[in-house]
């Protein structure tokens, strides 16, 4: 006779994977057809580098030798650069060129999201799994940027897997999976440490609840073994402690940091995040927005889509079908045929690690200052869609599924159009308007130097270019120590340079805008400053909140004095 249930059973949260069925026709049909839109929405992408982007590029093209440094004053981990850096040494440092490897990464976790969804939930979900990915309109816009959120992506997917395989059975080839996943995890972003932390907090939890429902089993032996003649209702010995295993895999992956540990303890003392500020604990329930892409408007300045907010609201309501839908088959913790749909254990553990992550971030970013930003979200993109699919794949019956399904991934294509077609950066108006007009010699000035990189990349080469604060390259952002550079610094001071260098016969040019996070009103007193050394001025591209880009700002053109 068997034991009931635990609560929170390891037994369900280590379920053994699901044998693969033979392919068929329709699958081939339907794995080309996900294919299809996510080559068309990952690699027609034509719009300029915004400012991440560009940086990305040009610390990705330094000398291997040159990227710890450089890397020291971006405050980024370094695993993406170096894998760019190889990418663009075979494919060229075009915006196609630089954008594919993202796009090539974020097309590669399509079928391992297939491989998790499947093994979790079954056939059903792990289509509905392949398709959401695909179509995601958070996916989509980091498949279209040279940034390392596309790996965060793929990697956190192949961890999944990794983690349900040593959870399944424990062997060396495994473990080492997992501790190498985990490393290049926190290579990639340390948002990383937050995810693995509550991975590690969860699966204590899965240990310590199986310990407590073992020792409550009133048919258990001391060694926590079956009477005869009876079916074992928990775990094997070995599979009790996969948890524990695991936990050292993932410890142990910590290894590959070594390596980078000088820069990363150096990043937190001096870099810190200063473009923007702590987030609040909403940030949780804002979730199925964030990933739904109504909050992108943010980038390009345009009110929320009406397909954003519907395809947030069937998140939200999937995600409750995914703990509120019977399960068939899922009471039973022993050895047997898999059930149809992943145990609310399973998904328990799952929005455990989604919201825990969070929670620990948010309140890491409160204590240190730290910015919250959006895009960091990609570390728990997979167990969200994992989720979601989970809820698709429980809903019956079998024409409300399919209509469901194409509903998500119809809402997330339009929701991904945006991204296709706005420019994410005024780069292109202002080097064009410079380049139109301006003289060789002439000095263009950024305030804050974060306007520079995008522009930097299409301007001609004849033109001297200074950023404010100091200390930045018109390719770079030099983050170290940031706030206190930007406060040391004067802008009449800075004005009086400007006119100094352009000298008697050449045009100034100053990038401008104001609101950028620790600035202030400094970029907007360094033009009034300008203008009264050269009362001659010209604007020929106007700041506008209303315009379609994510990084607007002004240009002004500031003629040599008769």
């Given at each position: 006779?068997r034991?009931a249930?635990?609560?929170?059973?390891p037994?369900?949260?280590?379920?053994r994977s699901?044998r693969?069925?033979?392919?068929?026709?329709?699958?081939?049909?339907?794995?080309?057809?996900?294919?299809?839109?996510?080559?068309?929405?990952?690699?027609?992408?034509r719009?300029?580098?915004?400012?991440d982007?560009?940086?990305?590029?040009?610390?990705?093209r330094l000398?291997?030798?040159d990227?710890?440094?450089?890397?020291?004053?971006?405050?980024?981990?370094?695993?993406?650069?170096?894998?760019?850096?190889?990418?663009?040494?075979a494919?060229?440092?075009?915006?196609?060129?630089?954008?594919?490897l993202?796009?090539?990464?974020?097309l590669?976790?399509?079928?391992v999201?297939?491989l998790?969804?499947?093994?979790?939930s079954?056939?059903?979900?792990?289509?509905?799994?392949?398709?959401?990915?695909?179509?995601?309109p958070?996916a989509?816009?980091?498949?279209?940027?040279?940034?390392?959120?596309?790996?965060?992506?793929?990697?956190t997917a192949?961890?999944?897997l990794?983690?349900?395989?040593?959870?399944?059975?424990v062997t060396p080839?495994?473990?080492?999976?997992?501790?190498?996943?985990?490393?290049?995890l926190?290579?990639?972003h340390y948002w990383?440490?937050?995810?693995?932390?509550?991975?590690?907090a969860?699966?204590?939890?899965?240990y310590?609840?199986?310990?407590?429902?073992r020792?409550?089993?009133?048919?258990?032996?001391?060694a926590?073994?079956?009477?005869?003649?009876?079916?074992?209702?928990?775990?094997?010995?070995?599979?009790r402690?996969?948890?524990?295993w695991?936990?050292?895999a993932?410890?142990?992956g910590?290894?590959l940091?070594?390596?980078?540990?000088?820069?990363?303890?150096?990043q937190?003392?001096?870099?810190?995040?200063p473009?923007?500020?702590?987030?609040s604990?909403?940030?949780?329930?804002?979730?199925?927005?964030?990933?739904?892409?109504?909050?992108s408007?943010?980038?390009?300045?345009l009110?929320?889509?009406?397909?954003?907010?519907?395809?947030?609201l069937?998140?939200l309501?999937?995600l409750?079908?995914?703990?509120?839908?019977?399960?068939?088959?899922?009471?039973?913790?022993?050895?047997?045929?898999?059930p149809?749909?992943?145990?609310?254990?399973?998904?328990?553990?799952l929005?455990?690690?989604?919201?825990g992550?969070?929670?620990?971030?948010?309140?890491?970013?409160?204590?240190?200052?730290?910015?919250?930003?959006?895009?960091?979200?990609?570390v728990?993109?997979?167990?969200?869609?994992?989720?979601?699919a989970?809820?698709?794949?429980?809903?019956?019956p079998?024409?409300l599924r399919?209509?469901?399904?194409a509903?998500?991934?119809?809402?997330?294509?339009?929701g991904?159009?945006?991204?296709?077609t706005?420019?994410?950066?005024?780069?292109?108006?202002?080097?064009?308007?410079?380049?139109?007009?301006?003289?060789?010699?002439?000095?263009?000035g950024y305030c804050?130097?974060?306007l520079?990189?995008?522009?930097?990349?299409?301007?001609?080469?004849?033109?001297r270019?200074?950023?404010?604060p100091?200390?930045?390259?018109?390719?770079?952002?030099?983050?170290?120590?940031?706030?206190?550079?930007i406060?040391?610094?004067d802008?009449q001071?800075?004005?009086?340079?400007?006119?100094?260098?352009?000298?008697?016969?050449?045009?100034v040019?100053l990038?401008?805008?104001?609101?950028?996070?620790?600035?202030?009103?400094?970029?907007?007193?360094?033009a009034?400053?300008?203008?009264?050394l050269?009362?001659?001025?010209?604007?020929p591209i106007?700041?506008?909140?209303?315009?379609?880009?994510?990084?607007?700002?002004v240009?002004?053109r500031?003629?040599?004095?008769?």
């Open positions: 006779m034991t249930s635990p609560a929170f059973p037994g369900q949260l280590l379920t699901r693969l069925g033979p392919v068929r026709l329709p699958a081939l049909l339907g794995a080309a057809g996900i294919a299809a839109v996510a080559l068309v929405l990952f690699f027609t992408v719009v300029e580098l915004w400012l982007e560009a940086l990305s590029v040009n610390i990705a000398p291997l030798t990227m710890p440094e450089a890397l020291a004053q971006d405050n980024s981990a370094p695993l993406h650069y170096v894998l760019l850096h190889f990418w663009m040494a494919f060229g440092t075009g915006n196609l060129a630089a954008r594919s993202s796009g090539l990464v974020v590669a976790a399509v079928p999201i297939w998790a969804a499947h093994r979790l079954g056939s059903r979900a792990a289509w509905t799994a392949a398709a959401l990915l695909a179509t995601s958070f989509v816009t980091y498949a279209t940027q040279a940034r390392m959120y596309a790996l965060l992506i793929l990697l192949v961890g999944y990794a983690l349900m395989a040593v959870l399944d059975r080839v495994r473990l080492v999976l997992l501790g190498l996943v985990s490393g290049l926190m290579l990639t990383s440490f937050y995810l693995l932390a509550t991975v590690v969860v699966l204590l939890a899965t310590g609840a199986e310990r407590a429902v020792r409550r089993s009133p048919g258990t032996g001391p926590g073994t079956e009477p005869a003649g009876k079916e074992p209702a928990l775990p094997s010995r070995g599979r402690a996969a948890p524990l695991g936990i050292a993932i410890a142990a910590g290894v940091m070594l390596p980078w540990l000088r820069v990363f303890l150096f937190i003392s001096h870099t810190g995040t473009w923007g500020s702590p987030s604990y909403r940030f949780v329930l804002d979730l199925p927005d964030y990933f739904a892409d109504t909050h408007a943010r980038w390009y300045l009110p929320p889509a009406p397909a954003g907010r519907v395809l947030a069937l998140f309501l999937l409750g079908w995914a703990f509120l839908r019977r399960r068939p088959g899922s009471t039973s913790t022993g050895p047997g045929p898999a149809q749909a992943a145990s609310r254990g399973h998904c328990l553990a929005a455990a690690v989604v919201v992550t969070l929670l620990l971030a948010i309140t890491a970013s409160k204590l240190k200052a730290l910015s919250f930003e959006s895009r960091y979200l990609a728990v993109l997979v167990p969200f869609l994992l989720l979601v989970t809820g698709v794949s429980l809903v019956s079998r024409w399919l209509a469901l399904s509903a998500l991934v119809l809402l997330g294509v339009l991904s159009v945006p991204n296709i706005s420019e994410r950066t005024h780069a292109p108006a202002i080097a064009a308007a410079i380049s139109g007009a301006a003289q060789p010699g002439d000095v263009v804050p130097d974060q520079a990189p995008p522009v930097d990349r299409l301007l001609r080469p004849d033109l270019q200074v950023t404010f100091s200390g930045s390259t018109p390719g770079r952002v030099k983050w170290t120590d940031y706030t206190a550079r406060f040391a610094e802008p001071s800075f004005s009086r340079s400007l006119d100094q260098l352009a000298g008697p016969g050449q045009n040019w990038v401008w805008a104001d609101g950028y996070g620790s600035f202030g009103r400094q970029c907007g007193d360094l009034a400053q300008l203008r009264a050269r009362p001659e001025v010209e604007q106007v700041l506008s909140y209303d315009t379609k880009y994510f990084e607007p700002s240009l002004l500031y003629r040599p004095q008769d």
